[in-house]
């Protein structure tokens, strides 16, 4: 059974940083794009950022660019999401997410998306 388990939400002010972690255990299979999703309070589902397994590639939303970074340690299982110079409109549950594509993250296409973690919420601060 794949399971995802975030930490390191919490509330911090604009400007601010957090970082997220996700250990993902139980998958086998070798190519996979695994990253965050988050959703805001009445909004859609966006595809934040994601590393791809096979090359380490990785994407990032236009509107988190510059200020989040994706990295993983291989060794643990475990992708971690760096996120800086928060603002408030980063406010919403992140949600760790594990795919054998890029694409769910890269087109939104969060209905795709084979495996969820139950999420963790962020909240910035004005």
């Known amino acids: 059974e794949v399971q995802l388990v975030e930490s390191g939400g919490g509330l911090v002010q604009a400007g601010g940083s957090l970082r997220l972690s996700c250990a993902a255990s139980?998958?086998?299979?070798?190519?996979?794009?695994i990253g965050w999703f988050r959703q805001a309070p009445g909004k859609e589902r966006e595809g934040v950022s994601c590393?791809?397994?096979?090359?380490?590639?990785?994407y990032y939303a236009d509107s988190v660019k510059g200020r989040f970074t994706i990295s993983s340690d291989n060794a643990k299982n475990t992708v971690y999401l760096e996120m800086n110079s928060l603002k408030p409109e980063d406010t919403a549950v992140y949600y760790c997410?594990?795919?054998?594509?890029?694409?769910?993250?890269?087109?939104?296409?969060?209905?795709?998306?084979?495996?969820w973690g139950k999420g963790t919420l962020v909240t910035v601060s004005s």
């Open positions: 997410s594990l795919d054998q594509s890029i694409f769910p993250f890269v087109y939104n296409d969060w209905t795709g998306v084979d495996y």
């Open positions: 139980g998958f086998t299979f070798d190519d996979y794009a």
């Open positions: 590393i791809s397994s096979s090359v380490g590639s990785t």
